[in-house]
T-cell receptor, first 114, second 112 residues
């Protein structure tokens, strides 16, 4: 029962460093997405993918890149970390985008940029 | 503007004291309203999806209802293990695009 798996759970970065948050799902879901959760704000969509090889921007994409080479994996790359990117990041997946399917979330990655 | 507002921000209940959480929304082309439970240090966990006004869903001590402008999550005789943050989200469809909008959540604490 792995579901959506994110790594790492915790990370501290220095301003300007780059890193990749990993996300994998074992449910053969077409749709995957990355959200960030900040105090006093709802979850905000960073990037999403409707299938392997297809990605698109969400609400807050600046400073982040994604790729989707396989159905299972959807890594999120921070190109040059900034303190404003300190947040909790959640990867999510659902069967597809064109119906009211349930979104399954990973356990989250806590990122601090100093 | 599409938005979701949850109230109250925080709620403390005694064990067995029933109450309701509110989720008010405005969205173009509603394609579902979702309730999630989020425990500290964890990702949101799906509870319910509601699609049309008048619809109701139940799970153990939780019951979700939907009107054209808001949804309620009713908690009957809560237990300490119901303590969590409850998130509401709506899925809208405009200009050929689906969009999820999340509320900021209600932090529920149930005291033994």
């Amino acid at each position: 029962n792995a579901g959506v798996t994110q790594t790492p759970k915790f990370q501290v970065l220095k301003t300007g460093q780059s890193m990749t948050l990993q996300c994998a799902q074992d449910m053969n879901h077409e749709y995957m997405s990355w959200y960030r959760q900040d105090p006093g704000m709802g979850l905000r969509l960073i990037h999403y993918s409707v299938g392997a090889g297809i990605t698109d921007q969400g609400e807050v994409p600046n400073g982040y890149n994604v790729s989707r080479s396989t159905t299972e994996d959807f890594p999120l790359r921070l190109l040059s970390a900034a303190p404003s990117q300190t947040s909790v990041y959640f990867c999510a997946s659902s069967r597809d985008r064109n119906s009211g399917n349930t979104i399954y979330f990973g356990e989250g990655s806590w990122l601090t940029v100093v | 503007e599409d938005q979701v507002t949850q109230s109250p921000e925080a709620l403390r209940l005694q064990e067995g004291e029933s109450s309701s959480l509110n989720c008010s929304y405005t969205v173009s082309g509603l394609r579902g309203l979702f309730w999630y439970r989020q425990d500290p240090g964890k990702g949101p966990e799906f509870l319910f999806t509601l699609y049309s006004a008048g619809e109701e869903k139940e799970k153990e001590r939780l019951k979700a209802t939907l009107t054209k402008k808001e949804s309620f999550l009713h908690i009957t005789a809560p237990k300490p293990e119901d303590s969590a943050t409850y998130l509401c989200a709506v899925r809208g469809f405009t200009s050929g695009t689906y969009k999820y909008i999340f509320g900021t959540g209600t932090r529920l604490k149930v005291l033994a």
